[in-house]
């Protein structure tokens, strides 16, 4: 059993989602192995907190064309969506823990290109961040 101060570390951690956050940063240090980690991560961490502030921008491990690569696998058809059971197997084979399990589409079982980039971004970038427009 953890010691009254190791608990208290442990709940800081969890209410702030340092943990997360490390392995995040961790993650987009090793995809994209730049020739200067330390000034990566300060940039990193400077566009997240620019980013908190405007709600914009976010540095994310995926950009784009990841994105919209892995929508297309999936969208073998072209119709422009995905179902739900892609989307949520996507997300979590991608790696992100917080996302909307019942996102804009799912009634229909049709889940859009923008939805998913839009949830993957999220929990890449935004630690601790719920946006009120997320479904739960």
């Not at 790696?95 to 229909?108: I, L, Q, R, T, Y």
């Not at 889940?111 to 946006?131: H, N, Y």
Request: aromatic share 8%; proline share 5%; hydrophobic share 40%.
């Amino acid at each position: 059993m953890a010691s009254p101060q190791e608990q208290e570390a442990l709940e800081y951690l969890a209410e702030h989602q340092i943990l997360e956050l490390i392995d995040s940063l961790t993650s987009m240090l090793l995809y994209h192995r730049p020739a200067k980690p330390l000034e990566f991560l300060i940039e990193q961490l400077e566009q997240l907190k620019v980013a908190k502030t405007i709600q914009k921008n976010y540095p994310c491990l995926f950009d784009e064309s990841n994105l919209d690569a892995v929508f297309g696998i999936l969208d073998t058809t072209k119709k422009g969506h995905i179902t739900l059971v892609q989307y949520t197997e996507a997300l979590k084979t991608l790696g992100v823990k917080d996302f909307a399990k019942n996102p804009s589409g799912a009634e229909d079982n049709k889940i859009r290109l923008a939805i998913f980039k839009a949830e993957a971004r999220f929990d890449q970038a935004r630690p601790g961040v719920r946006s009120p427009a997320r479904g739960s």
